[in-house]
């Protein structure tokens, strides 16, 4: 899978050792953000892999480890620092990312749904956010009982050295690896010294003194808090996807909506939102959304137990014409959290429903201008 088709030449650099301090939020003073650089919307050159047995790969690499779900600032403060270090040995940048994540994996394989965590993105949307940040390359391994099983020193030399051929790793302040978790920084830096390749941790990024994280965001988003998230994430919270045919029953009810399907079964954030639409057309669309599993239908619907993020345009644009919008990749950010997700009694209650959420995105972005 190729985000774009350009290719680039490496060469070999000379390696460094770095022990990354702790990144502190700068905005406050009037200073440069040090995590903006990464967030370059032009930036679409990177290639994409599932697993590392392809001849596209490259050879060799300045590497990161993690799940970066949501790619906050945090994420984003050290992708900027692996671009740097990629560029001063002469070798691609290049992230190793799993999929599903670990604790999905753990979750279904003891049944126990619990363990899995709150999804803050979609795949799709991992990757658009790890090319905006200048990544050369992200290789998605697929997280399995073998992986799970690998001892560290066989991650390092089966992933890391010969599938990957990292000259240097850069990993977050809390990095464990390998079967139980048992593989740690200083495991790794060990291992590096062993093989070749230089080992730099980066310590936790904090927005006002407060450490950013997967969690933060997530907890954030469970609680409504779209401006928090928002801080965090470095930009508005949102989904991306193609639009899907659904039941259709809101423009039997005289509401019109835009489906995504999100492939995750426990999103971060759920409910009624009110919303921007990007790529209808030049210009973006304000809607509400309800983001969840839609408890006033019939669950045997042709969506039926998925989760969706149905949109309703609140102004919907005429050149689109009324099936215009299926198969297009839209992005819906998601900006303002009206309430949670209700169960209505009958269609009457549910069309009242959407239309006062309507009248309160209207009266939200009202307010705003």
């Known amino acids: ?22 990144f502190r939020d700068k905005l406050a003073s009037g200073a440069d953000n040090p995590s903006t650089v990464c967030y370059q919307k032009d930036n679409k050159s990177m290639k994409v892999f599932r697993g590392f047995h392809h001849p596209g790969v490259a050879p060799a690499c300045a590497l990161t480890i993690g799940n970066f779900d949501g790619v906050h ?59 905006n940040c200048g990544v050369d390359q992200t290789v998605v391994l697929p997280f399995d009982a073998r992986l799970a099983a690998q001892s560290p020193q066989i991650f390092v030399d089966d992933v890391l050295v010969r599938g990957l051929g990292a000259r240097y790793v850069l990993v977050g302040d ?11 920084y200083a495991f790794l830096d060990a291992a590096g010294d062993a093989a070749g390749f230089d080992v730099a941790r980066m310590n936790s990024y904090e927005v006002h003194g407060l450490r950013v994280s997967s969690s933060a965001v997530r907890e954030a ?25 659904g039941r259709k029953l809101g423009r039997t009810l005289g509401f019109k909506t835009l489906n995504l399907r999100f492939a995750h079964w426990k999103p971060a954030a759920s409910g009624i939102f009110a919303v921007l639409v990007h790529g209808l057309g030049d210009k973006p669309v304000q809607g509400v959304a309800n983001l969840g599993v839609r408890p006033s239908l019939d669950p045997n619907d042709v969506n039926g137990g998925r989760v969706l993020l149905e949109t309703h345009c609140l102004d919907w644009p005429a050149e689109l014409g009324p099936e215009g919008a299926y198969g297009k990749i839209i992005r819906v950010e998601l900006l303002h959290k009206l309430h949670d997700e209700r169960k209505y009694d009958g269609l009457d209650a549910l069309t009242q429903g959407i239309r006062q959420d309507c009248d309160d995105a209207h009266a939200w972005f009202a307010a705003r201008i």
Do not use: W
């Not at 899978?1 to 702790?22: C, D, E, K, V, Y």
């Not at 279904?108 to 999804?119: D, G, H, I, S, V």
């Open 174 to 184: 809390d990095f464990r690896f390998g079967a139980q978790r048992a593989g740690d």
């Open 221 to 245: 988003l469970d609680q409504g808090r779209m401006q928090d998230a928002a801080r965090l994430l470095g930009r508005p919270y949102c989904i991306s996807g193609h639009v899907v045919h």
């Open 73 to 131: 600032r945090g994420h984003q403060a050290m992708l900027a620092l692996l671009r740097g270090e990629a560029q001063q040995r002469g070798v691609p940048s290049c992230v190793l990312t799993f999929e599903p994540h670990p604790r999905d994996y753990f979750a279904e394989k003891f049944k126990k749904p619990e363990l899995a965590p709150a999804r803050v993105g979609t795949l799709r949307d991992k990757l658009d956010d790890l090319a």
């Open 1 to 22: 899978m190729h985000i774009s088709a350009a290719q680039r030449q490496f060469g070999s650099g000379t390696l460094l050792r770095h022990n990354i301090p702790s």
